[in-house]
């Protein structure tokens, strides 16, 4: 997969656990744990925004590009 999520990365930097986040955002912590993992095919802009307002960080913070390797 080309893009990569750090979400745990930025969770760790603020010291936030998964159930305090998906509740500051207001999402289930099973579908945070899927998106924390890359396990979904999209995101909404207002979830991220939510997240990124949590967390206080960009979504470049959350999210990168990196190229396959074929």
């Known amino acids: 997969m080309a893009i990569i ?4 990365v ?7 656990k998964m159930k305090d986040l ?3 955002v ?6 945070l744990s899927l998106l924390k ?3 979904v095919r999209g995101i909404r ?3 991220l925004e939510e997240i990124c307002r949590v967390l206080e960080c960009q979504p470049g913070d959350i999210l990168e590009y ?3 390797k074929e």
């Open 22 to 24: 998906a509740d500051a």
């Open 5 to 8: 999520v750090n979400l745990d």
């Open 37 to 39: 993992n890359s396990h």
């Open 26 to 31: 207001g999402i289930s912590t099973t579908n």
């Open 45 to 47: 802009f207002a979830t």
């Open 66 to 68: 990196k190229e396959d």
């Open 10 to 16: 930025m969770m760790a930097r603020r010291k936030m």
